[in-house]
Each structure stands twice: as structure tokens, then as C-alpha cells.
């Protein structure tokens, strides 16, 4: 309800600014179809994801509320991941291809997010990706969605950056000394990339924040000096040092041996190795998403290699029905077809965390 009643004027101005122009609307879709991620987005790489996100689109409850499967109860952190996957495809509340999807979707999380207290309550169900990730999981994902969407929401703006300011109360009051956000998840390093990406896009959103980006960089940082043996554990190896790459280049870590090591790695893995694509769950799915990001961002020649390699072999797994599974660990549907919708999409440079 908060932005109906806006949609209705928007509308209605829309058609008359069209016909009073003399505008070809079937000419102007076909523009706005085209993606501003330009050749890195293959023909094959866009009928996949038009596909997925038909799929998508389609485990939208009425609610707006998004189960980790079609039909399935409501999950807060699978609602908001798809979201993200709806604004990095170019949609707002107000227009784009799959506007009144969003609008539902950013609606549902802003009345969840209104019905939590005000604290971390560790009594919480449980669901899946908190287990997998850390039970703040789901609050991350909220934030950085509703972070990602604020000052495209209109009239729901003030909703939007109150819901935030809650989200990134909380999200600071749990952090950890050591930066962290705890180590009880089996993807904890996922936990506290997640956090760091809230802080930052918080701050930038102009939320006041308590917590400590820069603590949980450096708790990264520690981290990914811990030798692991990836092939005993290379599901753990691989997307710990993907997913931390995003922070440490953000960090302006590029010239740091650490960093270099854990891009020459990641790089290696997978374009030599299919386990990461063929054997993915939710947390490779994530991991390909924040790597992406930041690689896309300089044209150095080994980071060209990333986007292709990674594009070629999503889409490679994408089911027949258009959704991508997990097969191990975070194995909902919805929320692995968002995030390999994310790094699909991730060329169109729409969400502005990218820039953080």
C-alpha cells in the first residue's frame, strides 16, 4: 500500500507524456531492453537470463514474500536476494520490465523488517541460509537490498531509510570484537563479507553506522592467511578467498600479496576445475556475485578472464525450467537463481554497492 497510490499518478502521466510526444512505445521497450552490459553480455548469457528470471519471478508470492522454493513458507533472506536480483536487471518501484514485482517484493521486506525487534533475537527460526551464513544472515541480505533501493522508492523513501537505520542498529550492536559477526555458521567468512558490504552501503546511504568496516576487512585479512588445503575442503577455500577478494579491493588492498594470491587462485580454480559450477550451493553462488563485482571493474588482463569463465559456465547449470540449484549446504532454489542472476547481470553495474 505505501506506493500504490503513487504508481497510479505515475501511470497515468507516463501515458500522456507518451501521447502528447508522439513516442513509439514499442520502439522505446526495444531500447530499454538492451543491456548496458554491452558485448560481455552474450546472447546465450541473456536468453538465460530472461529465463531465469521468468523462474524467478514466478516463486513471488502474493505477499510479496519469497520461500526458498516455489510454494514454500516465507524466508526473509530469499526474499531479499531477489530483490537485488530485480534492481541489478535495471527495475525500480517505479518502471523497468518487472517494476510491480519489486515494488511487492520491497513492500514485503519493509513490513518484515517493521515486525522485528529492535535487538538480535537468537530466537529466531532458524532458516537455512542463517545456519549456512550466520544467524544475521537474513538482516544482511535486508539491508544491503533496501540500501541498494533507496532513492529509487519515491514516497517510500522515508519507510525505506527508517528500515535501514533499524536493520543497521542491529547488525552493528552484533558485531563482534574481532570484527566478525561469530564463527557458529559453516560460511562465516560469507557472514562477515555480507556485514562489511552493510556498513559500507549503509554509510554511503548516509545511515549512521557504529560498527567497523575497517575491523572486518582486517578480520578478513587474518583469515585468508590461514593456509587450507583445497583439496580437502575446496568448497570452504574456494569461497572464502572469492568472497573476500571484494573487500581487500575495496580496501585498496590491490598491491597486497594477499590479495594477488587469492585472485591468481580463484582465478585458476575456476577455469581449471568444474566442482565449483557443478557442485555449487548457495554460497558459490554468492561468492561468484561479490568476486564479479570487483573484477569487472579494471581492465587488467588476467581479471578479463574472470567474467567469461564464470558467465560460460552459469549458464551451463541453469536448469531446464530456468532456475539454478544448490547441491550442497544453502540449496534453495530462489535464492541460488538470484544470486546467479546477480553475477549474470553484474556487467550492467545497476546496484550502486558495486561502487563501494
Request: charged share 25%.
Amino acid at each position: 500500500m505505501r506506493i500504490r497510490q503513487f504508481m497510479l499518478l505515475t501511470v497515468i502521466s507516463a501515458l500522456l507524456i507518451a501521447g502528447f510526444s508522439g513516442i513509439n512505445l514499442g520502439e522505446e521497450k526495444a531500447n530499454e531492453a538492451e543491456s548496458p552490459g554491452g558485448s560481455k553480455i552474450t546472447p546465450a548469457a541473456r536468453k538465460s537470463i530472461d529465463k531465469g528470471m521468468k523462474w524467478l519471478i514466478s516463486a513471488i508470492r502474493s505477499d510479496g514474500m519469497v520461500g526458498p522454493d516455489i510454494g514454500q513458507p516465507p524466508d526473509l533472506a530469499c526474499t531479499a536476494i531477489v530483490g537485488m536480483a530485480l534492481l541489478s536487471e535495471g527495475n525500480t518501484p517505479t518502471c523497468g520490465p518487472h517494476h510491480r514485482q519489486l515494488r511487492k517484493v520491497l513492500n514485503a521486506v519493509l513490513d518484515k523488517v517493521e515486525a522485528l525487534p529492535d535487538n538480535d533475537d537468537p530466537s529466531r527460526p532458524p532458516a537455512l541460509v542463517r545456519r549456512k551464513i550466520g544467524r544475521n544472515a537474513d538482516l544482511f541480505l535486508a539491508n544491503l537490498f533496501l540500501s541498494q533501493a533507496l532513492g529509487e522508492s519515491d514516497v517510500a523513501e522515508p519507510d525505506v531509510r527508517r528500515a535501514i537505520l533499524k536493520l543497521s542498529g542491529i547488525i552493528c550492536r552484533s558485531q563482534g570484537k574481532d570484527g566478525t559477526w561469530g564463527n557458529e555458521a559453516w560460511a562465516p567468512v560469507l557472514g562477515t563479507v555480507l556485514g562489511w558490504e552493510c556498513l559500507r552501503g549503509s554509510s554511503a546511504s548516509g545511515i549512521p553506522v557504529e560498527g567497523s568496516a575497517r575491523r572486518a576487512g582486517e578480520a578478513l585479512r587474518a583469515k585468508l592467511k590461514e593456509t587450507t588445503d583445497n583439496r580437502a575442503d575446496w568448497m570452504q577455500d574456494f569461497y572464502k578467498h572469492a568472497s573476500s577478494v571484494r573487500v581487500l579491493y575495496s580496501m585498496k588492498y590491490q598491491d597486497d600479496p594477499i590479495f594477488k594470491e587469492c585472485v591468481k587462485r580463484i582465478l585458476k580454480f575456476a577455469e581449471e576445475d568444474h566442482r565449483p559450477f557443478e557442485q555449487a550451493g548457495g554460497e558459490e553462488y554468492l561468492a561468484f556475485y561479490l568476486v564479479t563485482e570487483c573484477l569487472l571493474k579494471e581492465p587488467q588482463p588476467s581479471w578479463e578472464r574472470w567474467y567469461p569463465t564464470v558467465r560460460n559456465k552459469i549458464v551451463r547449470v541453469q536448469n531446464a525450467d530456468g532456475s539454478w540449484m544448490g547441491h550442497h549446504c544453502i540449496t534453495d532454489r530462489t535464492f541460488c537463481t538470484a544470486a546467479a542472476l546477480l553475477t549474470l547481470q553484474a556487467p550492467n553495474f545497476y546496484l550502486p554497492v558495486s561502487d563501494l
